[in-house]
Nanobody
Framework: QVQVVESGGGLVQPGGSLRLSCAAS????????MGWYRQAPGKQRELVAT???????NYADSVKGRFTISRDNAKNTVYLQMNSLKPEDTAVYYC????????????WGQGTQVSVSS
């Protein structure tokens, strides 16, 4: 059974930091491209950052220079380090695992809430 589980969300003040974690089980993690997406109330889900099986990264313009995605294949975990958080970063953050061999094979986590407010 495939499980993708996010953790690390919470409430933080503007300018603060959080680190999200996403643990995946039931898949061969090293052959999955991993990504973080977010969805704010009333808005569509949007890409935040992705990391390929080879470690190449991609970021939304809105988070470049502030967020860092990384992966630990030994722990089947992907991370999102978020610094200099802004109120507009408030959203539910979702982890996505997409098989390298097929774009139709993908799994989502249940999401973790990140709230940035003073």
């Amino acid at each position: 059974q495939v499980q993708v589980v996010e953790s690390g969300g919470g409430l933080v003040q503007p300018g603060g930091s959080l680190r999200l974690s996403c643990a995946a089980s039931g898949i061969s993690f090293s052959i999955y491209n991993m990504g973080w997406y977010r969805q704010a109330p009333g808005k569509q889900r949007e890409l935040v950052a992705t990391i390929s099986t080879g470690g190449s990264t991609n970021y939304a313009d809105s988070v470049k220079g502030r967020f860092t995605i990384s992966r630990d294949n030994a722990k089947n975990t992907v991370y999102l380090q978020m610094n200099s958080l802004k109120p507009e970063d408030t959203a539910v953050y979702y982890c996505n695992a997409q098989a390298k061999y097929s774009t139709s094979v993908r799994y989502w986590g249940q999401g973790t809430q990140v709230s940035v407010s003073s």
